[in-house]
């Protein structure tokens, strides 16, 4: 991947707001209900910044499905801009919405990334419905609609990190041939989604590579994945001792790759075994066959895939 200046231009693509398939059917909200957030700028000196997001009906993650989905958030930040610019909460509801963010600095040649974040009725941030995309801004140019998916999320988090260090280098980047490495890296399908799911990548190596002015090669990028090697052994208790299960269970982990795990009936105090857990920190949730969770924790899986403490959950 190579470094060289950018050529302003206007993009018009959408958003599709999913975890792990940006194309599976959708869900929206009227673009009428979307709050804006105004700064004190002259008309000719601003744009504003559209995103069409979508969140798919059928698309489900372990712990936390797409019916979880409530409420979005709009953030940017760029180079020359201070802090995040950043809408309100904009509830979820229908099948497809416009977010729309206002006076956004004209600053041609400026890098500009976004993120759209997915929270849940309660507000709180759902780790697997976050998505990424950017921009440059043109001179003259007031209204500019942005792409924003999964596929652009590791590219959005490589500028971010080089933004924050060097927003001058971050301007200059190939943002495009970038996009392209993570593409063949991630080697995403309509079909089937992610054969590497963005998440199972180290980026911080990348973007400091960048920051040094080298190049980034694919290599580079095969090299970032993380591999789910974690080995998890999940205890399950009842509140009465020695009382069983009278049904079977599902046992899930909010991890990007893993699979559920079916906990057979009259399996009380025993281990149920989940391999290839990618490293980090994670919900866990076991719930009946209508998809009431009935026992939950957490599990932190080290960077060498090892897990110091197993977790030990008792049904509710």
């Known amino acids: 991947m190579k470094i060289k200046p950018i050529l302003a231009s206007t993009l018009g693509l959408s958003f599709a707001l999913s975890a792990c398939s940006p194309e599976t059917p959708l869900i929206s909200q009227h673009a009428s209900q979307t709050p804006t957030q105004t700064i004190s700028l002259a008309p000719h000196q601003t744009q504003t910044v559209h995103v069409t997001f979508k969140r798919p009906q059928n698309f489900k993650t372990q712990v936390v499905d797409a019916s979880a989905l409530k409420f979005v958030k709009l953030s940017l930040v760029g180079s020359g801009i201070t802090g995040t610019l950043s ?13 729309t963010l206002n006076n956004v600095p004209i600053q041609a040649g400026k890098l500009r990334v976004l993120t759209v974040q997915g929270y849940d009725a309660d507000k709180n941030a759902l780790s697997a419905f976050v998505s990424k995309g950017y921009y440059t801004s043109a001179a003259g140019v007031a209204s500019v609609t942005v792409p924003i998916d999964r596929r652009r999320l590791i590219t959005g988090r490589i500028l971010e990190q080089v933004l924050q260090s060097d927003p001058a280098k971050a301007d200059q980047i190939d943002a495009e041939s970038l996009q392209a490495l993570v593409e063949a890296a991630t080697n995403y399908s309509t079909n089937t989604g992610f054969a590497s799911d963005p998440l199972l990548f180290d980026i911080t190596p990348l973007a400091d590579k960048l920051k040094n002015g080298q190049t980034l090669v694919q290599a580079d990028l095969t090299g970032a994945k993380i591999d789910p090697t974690g ?8 509140e009465t001792p020695g009382r069983v299960i009278n049904e079977a269970l599902t046992l899930s982990v909010n991890d990007p790759e893993s ?18 857990v990618a490293p980090g920190t994670y919900s866990i949730a076991i719930k009946q066959a209508n998809g009431t969770v009935v026992g939950s924790g957490s599990v932190v ?8 403490t197993q977790p030990v959950i008792t049904l509710q």
């Open 231 to 238: 080995n998890l052994s999940v205890t399950v208790k009842t």
């Open 87 to 99: 809408t309100d909460f904009i509830a979820v509801t229908g099948t497809t919405a416009t977010v």
């Open 301 to 308: 899986v080290n960077a060498d895939g090892s897990v110091t």
């Open 259 to 276: 699979t559920e795990v079916t906990i057979p009936k009259e399996s009380a105090d025993s281990s149920s075994f989940m391999a290839n």
